[in-house]
C-alpha cells in the first residue's frame, strides 16, 4: 500500500509542470517602463503668487502646499522671531475665534499647517474649498495675542534648556554656525537671549515683512477641477498684499585653507559625533549637478556605499556612516558624518579623510557608478507613482530657474555622467585639503588621540564660540592628601572635626506639593540611620550598625546588599574625609570645570566620585555611576550648597538632588552636634 | 413641543446628518485576484497600469507570539537572519541587488506576523519574485549568520529600546496587562534567549514556519495578469509545502483589580503617567469602536482630554489615547505628560473624568460627524499607495480573515452608532480591569 502510495507521489508530482527558470542568477529585466510627468496647469496673482495645479481624481481627497520662498533673512538679535511666529500661526484670526477655528479643522478630518515660510492643509474632496479658505484667512488675517505670544515663548525658553545636554543638536548647531559664520542666517540659533529680546511686536513686524506672496509657490494637487479651483484661489488669495523687496544680502562664508580639526568637549558624550566636509557654490542648474550626486551616493549615500561598509560593515565603529553633497541656490556643502564611540574618533577620523581622499584621487569603478544610476533612475521612476512628484517638479523649475525640460532630461542626464566626469567633480567640489573636522565629544577620553593627529585644532565651547584647550592633567601639587585636608581646613580644622562622635540631621523638602522630611543621625565609628518620612509615614528608614544593615522601603524590610556594607564597614563617619585620608583605594581622578568653578574629583570607590571646589576647598556634589540595563554608566549626582557654621565647624545646609528639570532640595532644619546615642538607634531590624 | 415632536425632530435631524455624511460615494475600490497554490501558498494580485513601480511582498504568519517562553526574540531574529543570503544570492549581496536594480525593501516583524517587501520600477518585478522565492525556499542559516545577527540585534536593542527616553514604556505595559499570553513580551525578545539559542534550533524554525501553506504574497502593481501569474508559478511552485503550523491558544484571566506600578527610566526628565487597558482582538467590532474612542478622547485640537488638559486646564504637555490591536488581544493605552508642577494623579483624575462622561453621555452629533470624517480621510490614505495597498490586502487576509476588508473597513466604521460607543466605554474602561504605570525619570527613586 505504502509503496503504490509513494508511486502516486511521484506521478502527481511530475504532472505538474514548471518552466526551467535558472535560479543561480538575477533574472534579466524588460524595457524600462515609461514615465509620465502628468500635465500641472499654473497661473500667476497680481501679487506674485505662482499657482500650480495638478488634477488627479484617483482618491477624492486634495491638498495644498504653500511654499513662501523668501530670500534668507538674518534675525541676528531676535533669532527665534520666525518659529515663534510659526507657532503662533494656524490658531485662529481676526475673523475666527481659535477655538472655533481649531474644532472646524477637525471636524472635517483635515490637517492645517502655518508658519511665515508657508503652510499646509490636506482634506477630502468635499472639505477643500473650506480648508483652503481658512488657510487663507490663517494666512492673510492671523490674531497674534500676548496670552499665545508667552505662552509660546516659554515653550521655546523650554526647548532650549531641554537640549543643554543633547550631543547630537549641540553638534548640529555648532557645525552650521562654524562653517557659515554666526553673521549667516545658516549659521544663527536661538539662545534664551535671543529668545528674551523679542517682544510682540517684532513679531508682527516679522509677520508683515515676509509673510508676504511676492516670491510664494502655492501647489494644489488632487481631486480638483482646475477652472473651478483657479477662480476660488483668486478670490481667497488675491487680496494678500505685495510686500517689499528685502535690501539684504547674504555674507561671504568661506572654507578653511587646511584641513582642521574644530572641538568640542562635552564631558556627558558617550559617543564622538564626527562631522568632515566643506562649503560648496553648485546649484541644480549646473550641469556639474549629476556628476556630483552620483559620486556622493557612491561615496556615502546609503548602506551599500563606501563610508558604510567601511566604517561599519568592516571596522565597526559606528551604526552608520553617510554623507551628502546638498547644492544651494545660495551656499551648498559637502559633509561626511558618523557617530562613534568614544576610543575610535580619531580612528573613524582617519577613515573618513582617507575615503574622501581615495575617491578624489582614483575615481569610482563602472560597477560603482552603473549601481548608483540605478539608483537614481530607480527611484525616479518610482516617485512618480504619487501625483505630489509631478508638482514638486513644476515648483521647482520655477523657483531654482531649471530649465523647463529639466525632468524630461533627468534620466538621460544621469545616464550619460561617465566615470572622467565623476573624477573631475569630485576633485573640483570634495576639497580634501580644506576640509572641516568637527567633533563633538568627551574630550577626556579622545583629545589625547585627536592631540596626535597631524591636524590643528581649534576649541569651541557648545555655543561655538571660541575657548580655550580644556585642561585634563592632574595639576602638580595637588593630591588626595591636599584636596581633602583643604577641605577638612575650610570646614573648620581636623581638630575641630575629630571632637565631633555623632551629628543629627533634620531636613526637608518639597516633592509635588507635599513637604518630604529627612532625618539622619551619623555616628563613630561608621554607624547611620537615616529616615525619609511622608505625611507623618515612614517612606524608608536605612540603618547600618557598624557590621551590617538594612533598608526598610514602603513596609519592606531588605537587608543591605553586600557592596553596599562594604562601603560602610570601610567608611568613617560623621566625617569620610578622615576616613579617605588613610585610605589606598580613593584616588585623584581629574580636574573639571562646572558651572564656572575649577572641581578637584576624587574617585572614592569603583562608582563613586567626590568633587570639592578648588578655590574654597568646599565639597561640591557627589556623583554615583548608576548601571543601567544594557551595560553602561549613568551618572546621578547630589550637590551642596549654602555652607554654615555651626559651633565652628561647617555644614551644608542645602542639598540638591537634580531630577530632570526639577530638583529635590533638601533643606536643613536642624543640624545638633554630638547629641545623646547609644546602639538602640542603630538596630538592624530583620 | 411635546416630547414624541421632540424626539421625532432629533432622529430626523440624525438621519438627515447620516444622509449628507454618505453624500461623497468613494469611487475608488481595490480590485484583486486570489488564489492558492498547490504547495499551500495563498497569491493575492492588484493591478494597477497607471503606476510606474510594482510590489512583491511576503507575509508570514508567525510573529512574536509564536516565539518560546525561553527563546523570545525568535521571529524578529529571524528576519535579519533572511537578509544573510540564499544558496543563490551570496552574503551581502541582497541589498546591493535591490539597490544596484533602483529598488527599495523593508521588513518589520510584530507580534503575530513576518513581512518582506521589495518595490522595483515595474520592469523588474521578476526580481522581486526571484528574491522572495529565493528566501522561501533555500535561505542560508550558519554560523556567521547568526553570530553577526546576534550582534547588529543587540545594538538595535540598546539604541530603540535601553537608551532612548521612554524606551521602556510598552514591555511595562505589555507585562502588566498579560500574565499568560506571550504578548507579554516584545518581538525585540531577550538577548539571554538568543545567546544561548543554537544554529539547530534556527534551522528548525525556519523548516516549521517559513513554510509557503504559512504564507501570502502579494504583488501590487503594474504588470500583465496572465504573465505574472506564470511567473508566481515557476518562481514559488516548486517550494515544498511544509507541515501544517501549529496556532498558540492561549486565554487570559480577566483582570479584576486595578494594578499600580511604577517604573524608573535613566533616560527621562519629565515623568509619564500610563493608563492602560486589555482588550479584545482588532477582529473584534468592539476594537473598531474603541478606535473611534480615542480619536474622541485626543485625536486633534479639539479632542477631549486635548482641550481640557492641554488646552484650558494646562495640566498636560501632552495626552495621548492609542489602540494598540493585534490578533488575538489589543492594547489600549492613555498617555500623558504632566506640565510643572503637576502630579500624575491630577492627570488620571483628568482622564477618569473624560472616560466617565462618554459611559454615560451619548457624544454629540457633531462630534459624531467629526468622526465619520476623519475615518473616512484616513482609510483613503491607506489605499494611496502600492506598498500601502500590499500591507493591506497581506494583513486582511492573513490575520483577519477578510481581504474584502480593503474595501469595507470605512463601512464598519460608519455604522458605528453612538450608543455602542457608550457600551464599548462602558465594557472596557474600568478601573478595575486596567493597570495604571507612573513611568518616572531615574532621580525620583527615593
Redesign the interface.
Known sequence: MKYLKIILLILFTVN?T??Q?D??????????????LGNPKSFVLDNGLKVIVVENN????AYANLDIDNYPDYEGDIKGVSSLLGAMMGNGTKNQSK?SY??E??????TLVLSASGGYVS?????FPRILEMMADGLINPKFTKEDFEREKNVALEGIK?IEKDVQTIANRVHSKLRFGDNHPFGEFETIESLNNISLKDIQNYYKKFAIPNNAYLTVVGDVQYDEIKSLIESLFGDWKKGKKSSYTLPQANNLDNVEINFVDMSNAVQSEIYVGNLMDISMTNPDYFALKLGNQILGG???ARLFMNLR?DKGFT?GSYSSASTSRFKGSFTASASVRNEVTDSAITEIIKEINLISKEGVTDEEL??AK??????F??S???PSTIANFATNISKFNLPENFYEKYLENFQSVTTDDVKRVINKYLLKDNLRVLVVGKGQDVLSSLEKMPYNINYYDKEGNATEKPDFSTPSGITVESVLNNYLNAIGGIDKVAEINAISTLAEAEV??MKLQMIDIKAKPNKLVMM?MMMGNT??KMVFDGEKGSLN?QGMNNPLPDDQVQKMINSTLPFEEIGWLNDENVKFSSVEKEDGKTLHVLQVFDNSFVSYDAETGLKYKMTEL?E???G?R?P?STYFEDYRDVNGILFPYVVK?????QS?DMNVINLTLNPEVSDTDFIVEN | MAQINKNMMNKLLSLTIILLIHFDSISQNVDFIEYDLDNGLHVILHQDKTVPLAVTSVMYHVGSKDDSPDRTGFAHFFEHLLFEGTKNIDRGQFMKIVESNGGSLNAYTSNDETYYFEFFPSNKLELGLWLESERMLHPVIDEIGVQTQNEVVKEEKRSNYDNRPYGQLLPQITQSLFKKHPYRWLPIGSMEHLDAATLDEFIAYNKKFYVPNNAVLVVAGNFEIDDVKKKISDYFGPIPRGNDVPRINITEDPITAEIKKKFYDPNIQLPMGLVSYRIPSFKDRDAYVLDMISSILSGGKSSRLYKKMVDDKKVSVQVQAVNLSFEDYGIYVILSLPVGENTLQTLYDNIDEEIEKLKVDLISDREYEKLQNEFENSFISTNASMSGIANSLASYYLLHDNVNLINQRLDIYKSITKEEIRDVANKYLNKDSRAVIDYLPESAKQ
Open positions: 505538474v514548471y518552466s527558470i535560479r543561480s542568477k538575477p533574472p534579466k529585466a524588460g524595457p524600462a517602463p515609461s514615465i509620465d484617483k482618491l477624492p481627497r477655538d481649531n474644532e479643522v477637525d471636524y472635517m478630518g483635515a482634506s477630502l474632496k468635499r472639505y531641554s546609503s548602506s551599500t560593515e551604526y552603473d549601481a540605478e539608483k537614481y533612475v530607480g527611484s521612476i518610482m512618480t507613482e504619487q509635588q506639593g525619609m517612606m524608608m522601603q548608576v543601567m540595563p544594557d553602561s549613568s546621578q538632588i537634580p531630577m530632570g528639570p529635590l
